[in-house]
């Protein structure tokens, strides 16, 4: 069974831009949620979506956005980008987020410069 | 702000020595998980634990949970360098994970 795989792995962006990343899920899985890790702030959830349906979201600003397809693969996209949103982005799958294992993939490292 | 907190933030030990973490709450749960990062890389499901579950065994993991103090507890027995990894707990209900803990294992 496939993982979960997160395109690209790398990015570098420039201020002011805009930039989206794609997480394919674990077959089955209906949830994905998307994280943001940074070494000052450690994990913080972004949002989480099940069935196209954004049901959660963390306390970020507006400029961070995502979306969710009829096939569960989902995308976030961060417009306006700054130099504080590098950071490694992680996408995670499951069944069921509150009672099942989430399974993560290893993530995109986004540079802002 | 952080729903579970580690404690402590890094540890350093030797080969072959036992290393606990300590995780923290402080809403009610279903139940709590941890996870193992190795640098860079995502994160991996260690161990779930249910609320009405006191101690959980998996392999060289034991993982104990306190709903009353709303704490919980990774032990890593006879560990290996290759144990060395960040560690965290997370509490589904609100999908916060903590800050984790830095581990190190010294051959």
């Known amino acids: 069974k496939a993982g979960v795989t997160q395109t690209p792995r790398y990015l570098i962006k420039t201020r002011g831009q805009q930039v989206t990343l794609s997480c394919s899920p674990i077959?089955?899985?209906?949830?994905v949620s998307w994280y943001q890790q940074t070494p000052g702030q450690g994990l913080q959830f972004l949002f989480e979506y099940f069935s196209e349906t954004q049901r959660n979201k963390g306390n970020f600003p507006g400029r961070f956005s995502g979306r969710q397809f009829s096939n569960s693969r989902s995308e976030m996209n961060v417009s306006t980008l700054e130099l504080g949103d590098s950071a490694l982005y992680l996408c995670?799958?499951?069944?069921?987020?509150?009672?099942?294992?989430?399974?993560f993939g290893n993530g995109t490292r986004l540079t802002v410069t | 702000s952080q729903q579970g907190e580690e404690d402590p933030q890094a540890l350093s030990i030797q080969e072959g020595e036992n290393a606990t973490m300590n995780c923290s709450y402080k809403t009610s749960i279903n139940n709590l998980q941890w996870y193992r990062q190795n640098s860079g890389r995502g994160l991996v499901h260690l161990i779930l634990?249910?609320?009405?579950?006191r101690e959980k065994h998996s392999g060289r993991l034991r993982v104990t949970l306190d709903t009353s103090k709303k704490s919980s507890s990774l032990l890593i027995t006879a560990s290996r360098a290759a144990d060395t990894a960040s560690y965290f707990c997370?509490?589904?209900?609100?999908?916060?994970f903590g800050a984790g803990t830095r581990l190190t294992v010294k051959p």
């Open positions: 077959s089955g899985h209906r949830s």
């Open positions: 634990i249910r609320s009405n579950e």
């Open positions: 995670a799958s499951t069944y069921d987020p509150y009672n099942s294992p989430l399974h």
């Open positions: 997370a509490t589904p209900n609100d999908m916060r």
